[in-house]
């Protein structure tokens, strides 16, 4: 049976009424966000009430909060946009996949992972790189009950895989002449991973992974950044939140929501206070998560973000990127005003579509389209009948196939 | 000035191999071959001859001319076109790394089969991947030594046959010394007033495209 598109068509509209109402409700609570917003200019007052959620009595606060002294910076703040280094590089990767399928005439996945490397300052041919890993064995394809492993595990195993190749390139151009330092090194997501051992296979050890290549990256010398893009988060406004209320109203009970401004979200904030190219102040997520990796792993190591302006022109519409940084970038104002700058001219490359450019090339590279796997497929087929093997897809993908096929359609005669 | 620059470039395009591409798709009545972006060059020019191996032994060639040139965009080309400025880096990684496909559409004008030349269609179109390579300054002046070839030119559909043909004669005008270029000009506007004589408008702009 086809989509009945009359059927949707009607839940479609309703769909956007309810956005729309969505969105004007939202526009009622930016201006008592804004008025808090330029009320939170006292960097103590924000402290102790940070202090506050972070004593024993309070553990539902996940709101944003400034870093410690000396590098705090006053949450009602923005940052101008500096002058980028004269030379620097930018470092991107990312990653594609092929889930296991069990219909498959074989199991197996695949993971590709592409790099790009940008030389910022100088007029040179950028680099290329893709790195494409089959898994087939049990021990890849099987957790240690035998279970097959589930998408999440593949995608946190290609996340690792992005960061040991990222990890890898730095470490690769810190040895080379050629290459200016700078190196910026982005990632496509945030940088705050939670490997779930409920879901995924060996999380642990993906976790120590993880782990590992942020330390060989900052060994490397390198600037990392995560680039998660447009988020609903609503770190900024949970804090304008906490500030909001009275001493005594400060308990879990009233921080499962944000009160008056649930809703509304950081981004859509900061697109009335950011200009064209000004970032907000560095804060941390106040989480468990980010408690963890600040006590296991080190100082360095918490995961910092600053909301920047990518948008090019201050009659553009505002184009809101989060931007997620470890600990030892966010404080070192250097590196973050370079960070900031390089963004930006990475942004504007890619003219209307503010996205940088180094990173949606990594994307190309990474990217395994339907032909591609459809081609990998045949490849494993012909692999297979070499071996004396008889591969054949299961009845169940078969049948559907047959059903799935290009449809003829019924037509007048002339 | 506009002589000295074109058969400077023309000469170059000889002197790199003249190599132009590889067959897409093809038929006896002409072909489309394939390049990277940064490959192209002197050899990618409208109105060029060209040649493609019909056979593995390279005894049996067809013959044409290059009468259009496409570089497709993509949405990130035309993302990049949207920019303030074109940034250089990503100019380079556009045209080397990103392999912006160049098609070259080729009309067939005639053969060579064992070094004779015939205007008439090849016997058969050339295989897939085939390598195209420009005509030598002694193949045009060989195959233009007689101009029934005209007739396929001015016949074919969906091309632009009058400019098609004028750029081809300049080209083949320019492998002559200055006498031989003004008598073999001469010689092809009489071929075209004779087979143009009932579209006397069309005979006009094709001779005002070829005057010396």
């Known amino acids: 049976m086809s989509l009945e598109f009359n059927q949707v068509v009607d839940q479609v509209q309703r769909m956007g009424r309810y956005l729309g109402t969505r969105w004007s409700s939202a526009a009622g609570k930016l201006d008592l966000a804004l008025e808090r917003f330029d009320a939170a200019c006292d960097l103590a007052l924000v402290q102790a009430r940070i202090d506050m959620v972070r004593g024993s009595g309070v553990s539902g606060y996940r709101g944003a909060a400034p870093l410690s002294a000396p590098y705090a910076e006053i949450v009602c703040g923005v940052g101008e946009p500096s002058a980028a280094p004269e030379r620097a590089t930018i470092v991107a990767v990312d990653g594609s996949q092929i889930y296991p399928d069990a219909h498959s005439p074989a199991l197996y996945y695949l993971v590709n992972i592409g790099a790009f490397i940008y030389h910022y300052g100088e007029t040179r041919l950028p680099r290329q790189h893709t790195t494409p890993e089959l898994y087939y064995t049990e021990s890849a394809l099987e957790d240690k009950d035998g279970r097959p492993v589930n998408n999440q595990t593949v995608n946190a195993r290609r996340t690792v895989m992005e960061l040991k190749a990222l990890a890898a390139r730095a470490w690769e151009l810190r040895d080379d002449p050629s290459v200016a330092a700078p190196i910026i090194t982005l990632h496509d997501g945030g940088l705050l991973k939670f490997f779930g051992a409920t879901e995924i296979t060996d999380a642990r050890t993906l976790e120590k992974d993880y782990w590992e290549s942020l330390e060989k990256l900052r060994e490397s010398g390198a600037v990392l950044a995560g680039y998660p893009g447009a988020q609903r988060a609503t770190y900024v406004v949970s804090l304008l939140h906490l500030l909001s209320l009275p001493p005594d109203q400060v308990n879990d009970a009233n921080l499962k929501t944000n009160g008056d401004l649930e809703g509304l979200s950081d981004t859509r904030l900061y697109s009335e206070i950011l200009n064209a190219g000004q970032r907000s102040a560095v804060m941390v997520q106040n989480s468990p998560q980010n408690y963890d990796y600040k006590t296991r792993l080190g100082v360095d190591y918490e995961i910092a973000f600053f909301y920047l302006n990518v948008s090019g022109e201050l009659n553009e519409s505002p184009r809101i990127a989060r931007i997620d940084i470890p600990m030892w970038v966010a ?3 250097a590196a973050v005003d370079a960070l900031q700058a390089l963004i930006l001219h990475q942004c504007a490359i890619q003219g209307r579509k503010r996205y940088p450019y180094a990173l949606t090339r990594a994307d190309e590279m990474a990217y395994i389209s339907s032909t591609e796997k459809a081609q990998i497929d045949q490849l494993i087929r012909v692999s297979m009948l070499e071996n004396g093997l008889m591969p054949e897809e ?4 078969q049948t559907k ?10 037509r007048l005669q002339r | 000035m506009r002589d000295s620059m074109m058969a400077t470039t023309y000469a170059n395009g000889v002197n790199g191999r003249g190599a132009v591409g590889r067959v897409l798709r093809a038929s006896t009545t002409g072909f489309d071959c394939g390049t990277r972006g940064s490959r192209i060059d002197e050899a990618h020019t409208f109105g060029s001859f060209v040649k493609v191996a019909l056979d593995d032994a390279h005894t049996a060639w067809a013959i044409g001319l290059i009468y259009a040139i496409r570089i497709d965009d993509d949405p990130l080309a035309r993302e990049l076109v949207m920019a303030a400025g074109v940034d250089n880096s990503a100019l380079l990684d556009q045209r080397e790394n990103r392999m912006v496909p160049v098609e070259i559409c080729v009309i067939n004008i005639g053969c060579m089969v064992n070094g004779t030349i015939y205007h008439s269609l090849p016997p058969r179109p050339p295989m897939s991947l085939t390598e195209v390579e420009l005509c030598t300054d002694d193949e045009i002046l060989r195959f233009t030594d007689k101009l029934d070839f005209f007739r396929l030119v001015l016949s074919a559909r969906e091309v632009p046959s009058d400019e098609l043909l004028a750029a081809a004669l300049q080209h083949a005008s320019w492998k002559r010394d200055m006498d031989g ?19 006397l408008a069309r005979l006009a702009h094709v001779l005002e495209l070829i005057r010396p």
């Open chain 2, 181 to 199: 270029r003004n008598r073999f000009l001469v010689k092809c506007g009489r071929q075209l007033a004779g087979m143009l004589s009932h579209d």
């Open chain 1, 394 to 397: 299961s009845e169940k993908l």
């Open chain 1, 331 to 333: 404080t070192n104002p």
């Open chain 1, 401 to 410: 196939g047959l059903a799935r096929g290009a449809r003829r359609q019924h």
